[in-house]
């Protein structure tokens, strides 16, 4: 036990960069700690925070789920990160068959191609950015293809979701950058809303644009509301988390030159490195819930009312689940981690992004199977939800004697 205080902050620019040390603190000292500074409880082991994530009785999300945003009456807010059953399931279920696997596996060879129009240009140069260059931009251009957004839009709507999540240093509250961003988004997801409910189109967002729940026997239409928030969470948020994915292999990669071979000599292991990556460097690494009664945990009380955090990023570095868990094996014997959520709550698009990381990941190592991050130019991304890198600046190592 270290004689200094334990203390978290996720809006610590260097707690961020290295967050791991005071996690494996709080799991062995204090696998229940308070946050005086922001008032919020924090779980820390993989067994708690899976129970907490299967208990929406007791840990609510209708209170929404990042803490800056946390309201102290329910929420109305629409979106399904924002609510529990029974409104969740039905907005759930209207487009789950769209994430479904068998709905999912057909979009491996449009994936390939988005992915391959990136990796292309590349090849013959000396360094690249493996975020700025490609891994940035692939998720948006996949969830794109779903929602039926137009090509040019896709970089304003990427720009807008950077800039609703960044964070300054210390700063907790949205500012004038943030507000701006989720109006635009609100903005032109209305818009294309409005745009699909004249002219349907057969994608996701004439789906949602024209959906119906039935509640208690009653058949209505979506609200405005809940069309553009559905809309805003796939399209603005829903490409983030995966490309800090994409940003934490090429460094992981990078790091491990050994596991970057073996994956190259047999492709039939990536998908368990991308489980790996996941359980290693969870993209989104805190949920946030609040607590409707009281919870007694490890000896302490845990009162009604209180905000919890579910530290899934300290979950899959928990030796009580993991052997060797502050280790990178592309190898390891696969097992659950809680980086997609789980219970209701689990990722809509969780087929997606191991396609996307899967495809991704393959392409890469066809074209690019040795390199060296620069990693005094690495930069990370600063927010209080995904966690991940910026730029990933590579040099491409080539054999003896190759151009």
Known sequence: MSGEPIYFDQYDYQIDDNPHPVMRRMRDEAPVWYNEEHDY??????????????????????????LEHMTEEPSPSTM????????????????????????VSP???RVRAIVISY????????????VQDFARWIPMDVVS????????????????ADEMLHRDEGQVEDGPLQLAAMDGLMTYFGGLMASRRKQPQGDLSSAIANGTLVENGIERRLTDQE??????????????????????AGWLLGKHPEQRRTLCENPKLIPRAVEELL?????????????????????????????????????????RQYESPDSFNIERAPRRHLTFGYGVHTCLGVSVARLEARVTLAEVLKRFPDWTVDESKMQRVRTSTVRGFSHVPVIVNRPDGAP
Not at 80 to 103: E, G, W
Request: proline share 6%; hydrophobic share 40%.
């Open 80 to 103: 399904i990160l924002n609510n529990d059953p029974p409104y969740h399931t039905l907005m759930r279920k209207l487009v789950a068959p769209y994430f479904s696997p068998a709905q």
């Open 107 to 109: 979009m491996e060879d």
């Open 279 to 319: 359980r290693f460097e969870a993209p989104s690494p805190l949920q946030f819930r609040r607590v409707l009664k009281d919870v007694e945990l490890h000896g302490v009380r845990i009162p009604a009312g209180s905000n919890v955090c579910l530290m899934t990023s300290s979950a899959g570095r928990d030796d």
């Open 41 to 66: 409880w924090a779980i820390s082991r993989f067994e708690d925070v899976l129970k907490a994530s299967l208990d929406t009785g007791t840990f609510s999300s209708a209170y929404k789920t990042v």
């Open 119 to 130: 990796l292309e240009p590349l090849e013959g140069r000396d360094a690249f950015d493996f």
């Open 145 to 160: 293809e779903l929602l039926g957004i137009p090509t040019e839009d896709r970089r304003q709507i990427n720009l807008w």
């Open 227 to 248: 069309c553009a928030e559905f809309l805003m969470l796939i399209g603005g948020a829903g490409n983030e988390t995966v490309a800090r994915l994409l940003a934490s």
